[in-house]
């Protein structure tokens, strides 16, 4: 089981920025894909990004493709979202999954998942 411990979230206003990380207890993080997930109030969980392991291609969903970054740094065993740009629509609870499978994007494939935070948008 991958441990799995998210920070970063807060408020901020719209146009503004924030970077969630996603710190995993696991020996084998370098094989893993990561990815980042959110659910707003009343809303199915949404795929946001993903980012496979042994340097595969990154991928975003459509709402935030170009205002959104992940990234992972094997040596420390994390995985950021840098967010920027950010819109009133961008609000929900992030939480960041762990995958065996490559390039996962839907929730059913990730079997570890953080606890989330939050992050709200004002307008």
């Known amino acids: 089981q991958v441990q799995l411990v998210e920070s970063g979230g807060g408020l901020v206003q719209a146009g503004g920025s924030l970077t969630l990380s996603c710190a995993a207890s696991v020996r084998t993080f370098s094989r893993l894909t990561m990815g980042w997930f959110r659910q707003a109030p009343g809303k199915e969980r949404e795929f946001v990004a993903v980012v496979p392991w042994g340097g595969g291609t990154e991928s975003y969903a459509d709402a935030v493709k170009g205002r959104f970054t992940i990234s992972r740094d094997n040596a420390k065993n994390t995985v950021d979202l840098q967010m920027n740009n950010l819109k009133p629509e961008d609000t929900a609870v992030y939480s960041c999954?762990?995958?065996?499978?490559?390039?996962?994007?839907?929730?059913?494939?990730?079997?570890?998942w953080g606890q989330g935070t939050q992050v709200t948008v004002s307008s």
């Open positions: 999954a762990a995958s065996y499978t490559f390039g996962a994007r839907e929730a059913s494939q990730y079997e570890s």
